[in-house]
């Protein structure tokens, strides 16, 4: 498919790597003359140096014959009217960030209705969304729900005195109990991600990806060197759009939580105050270890530091961290600082763009494609997909079927039905299927399911 992705910072040049690397014709479109050389000299792709909303920079970037464009500006305006020219061009299919926190009300989103944009993403809902499975999986860096909720994935790093360091990927199956147990699908050791066998050996510092059924991987976190703990009492510090999205889905959480939000500003805090009735608001400032402790930091289950800065997010969250917080996330911002994170202590990050990215990844993906995620700390993908009736993997035992390198079946839904593959599992067509793949061997992944 050929691609015109306007805009090549931390969104668009992530989902430009990503998709060359699935044989996509990439032409990427930025009005940064060092941006367009960073690309140019790192990605196999063409390049167009121009503004993005210019029909001149658009021509030269031959946006007639673009199957797709996506528009992941700094600015809203520049996305909503490069659709609109790709429309117009005669482009079937385009994809916008909107950063306009009231989507509902924005007069942006509603022209980009008008002009049949396909996709709008909002990066502080979506953050707000991944938020929210970290906070129902203490403990891990990273979650995502699969088959509608019934199987969960997290990322989590195995510490030193986890009882599995050490241990083969064959023997820790056999200790997570339950019907579904937890599997192994992906490591990350150093730089190098590996979808690991029976012999794999794992070491601490690693970090995992692990699927299974909620009550049985928090059962068995212990096995990592963690100490599971259901959250109660939150503490959001920062009040901005991100603050109040996640301030918003977890008041309407089943789970019931207890919510406190931290914000400096006063006349924010009033307005907080008016769209959130069912969270405590206070007014103070996250970086003063006095206010923290006023608030009952000890007392916190856990702590969302999500301002708009990153370096008050890691001050925050450190202080929080060393004076009695049990989990605390800090949105980061800057790619090169998510590293510091757990050096910190500081138990997950949450980087906005890549997960702004993931979500345009994954409409594009759609159809036989039902959801996927994209680990920041491993490069493997997780792709739910439906196994079509013509493709090889169909009415075959899986031991009898040539599964590509750097490609695992996780999970298979039949039915109502949840299991973990064995050798002589028979996938049936229409199953969904749960997918790991490294990024090299994602389209090798589609072609197993899809024939």
Request: aromatic share 2%; proline share 4%.
């Amino acid at each position: 498919m050929r691609i015109l992705i306007i805009g090549a910072g931390e969104v668009g040049y992530h989902i430009a790597n990503r998709l060359v690397r699935e044989r996509h014709d990439i032409v990427v479109v930025d009005d940064a003359p060092e941006v367009i050389t960073r690309v140019r000299e790192e990605l196999d792709v063409m390049v167009c140096e121009g503004h993005g909303a210019s029909p001149e920079t658009l021509e030269r970037a031959e946006i007639d014959q673009a199957e797709m464009v996506i528009a992941v500006t700094h600015s809203d305006e520049v996305n909503v009217v490069a659709c609109l020219l790709a429309r117009q061009y005669g482009v079937p299919q385009c994809m916008a960030r909107i950063h306009d926190g009231d989507v509902e009300t924005s007069p942006l989103v509603t022209a980009g209705k008008r002009i049949g944009i396909d996709l709008m993403i909002n990066p502080s809902r979506a953050v707000a969304e991944e938020i929210q499975q970290l906070v129902h999986m203490p403990g891990a860096d990273e979650a995502a729900e699969f088959f509608e909720g019934r199987v969960r994935l997290i990322s989590v790093r195995v510490h030193a005195s986890a009882p599995i360091v050490q241990q083969r990927v064959k023997e820790i199956g056999a200790r997570f109990p339950g019907e579904l147990p937890g599997v192994i699908a992906a490591l990350q050791r150093g730089e190098k991600t590996l979808i690991p066998r029976g012999e794999t050996i794992i070491e601490a510092e690693d970090h995992l990806l692990i699927i299974g059924k909620d009550q049985h991987l928090q059962a068995n976190l212990h096995l990592l060197g963690l100490s599971p703990n259901r959250m109660k009492n939150l503490l959001i510090i920062g009040g901005g759009q991100v603050g109040l999205q996640v301030a918003h889905l977890l008041s309407q959480d089943a789970a019931g939580y207890n919510i406190k939000i931290l914000e400096r500003n006063t006349q924010r805090c009033h307005e907080l105050a008016t769209r959130l009735p069912q969270v405590l608001v206070l007014n103070g400032d996250a970086t003063d270890l006095k206010v923290l402790q006023e608030e009952g930091i000890r007392d916190m289950d856990g702590v969302i530091v999500v301002t708009d800065d990153d370096g008050t997010n890691l001050i925050a969250a450190l202080l929080a961290k060393t004076h009695g917080a049990h989990e605390v996330i800090a949105l980061i911002k800057r790619p090169e600082l998510v590293s510091l994170v757990a050096a910190l202590g500081i138990d997950a990050a949450i980087n906005p763009r890549l997960i702004t990215a993931d979500a345009m990844l994954r409409y594009l993906r759609r159809g036989q494609v039902l959801s996927m995620f994209t680990s920041t700390s491993t490069e493997a993908e997780t792709l739910e997909m439906e196994a079509l009736p013509r493709a090889k993997i169909v009415g075959r035992p899986l031991h009898k079927v040539n599964i590509p390198e750097g490609i695992i079946i996780g999970a298979i839904a039949h039915g109502d039905t949840i299991t973990i593959p064995r050798g002589d599992t028979v996938i049936d067509a229409y199953d969904r299927v749960l997918v790991f793949a490294l990024p090299k061997a994602v389209s090798k992944a589609t072609r197993l399911l899809g024939g």
